[in-house]
């Protein structure tokens, strides 16, 4: 960075990549039929769980069975837009996920959806996405201007 940008110089400090070095990306997911998209995480509306669901039911409607929807993670008990998960072919848990099966779980997707509320993740981090990331997922992901 610092050939890129010179002027940063004596600005900029390294850190260590937060990634545990045993969940690094596994092999690559083949991509074929069914293809599987995940909701990682709490499954609330700041996370963009109504939008995903929306999406999910959609394509079910016009692609199914050549996709699935999968929801990783707890389901919020406020949100009231819980009901219509049919299209989900694994919905929100009622308890938390252990570590082995949320990782084993990403690992058999294709893609990872991220339709964050930009009013909540403007300017903080994101635990799910970097669980995304390590894992090699392509993401697809809401506009989030900085």
């Known amino acids: 960075m610092l050939k890129e940008l010179p002027f940063l110089a004596g600005r900029v400090e390294v850190f260590e ?3 545990l070095p045993n969940e690094t990306a596994a092999e690559q997911t083949l991509l074929n039929y069914p293809i599987r998209f995940g909701f990682l ?15 999910a039911n959609r394509a079910i409607r016009k692609y199914s ?6 929801a990783l993670g707890m389901g919020a008990k406020a949100l009231e837009d819980l009901r219509h998960q049919e299209a989900l072919t694994r919905r929100p848990a009622a308890e938390h996920l252990s570590r082995d099966e949320y990782t084993a779980a990403i690992a ?3 893609f990872t959806i991220f339709p964050y509320d930009p009013v909540y993740y403007a ?12 894992s090699g997922k392509p993401l697809i992901a809401a506009r989030i201007p900085m």
């Open 41 to 55: 995480g709490l499954a609330n509306r700041q996370k963009g769980f109504p939008v995903f669901l929306d999406a």
């Open 108 to 110: 058999r997707l294709h």
């Open 17 to 19: 990549h937060p990634l």
């Open 123 to 134: 300017s903080c981090p994101s635990g799910t996405l970097l669980d995304a990331v390590s």
């Open 65 to 70: 069975p050549r996709v699935e929807f999968h």
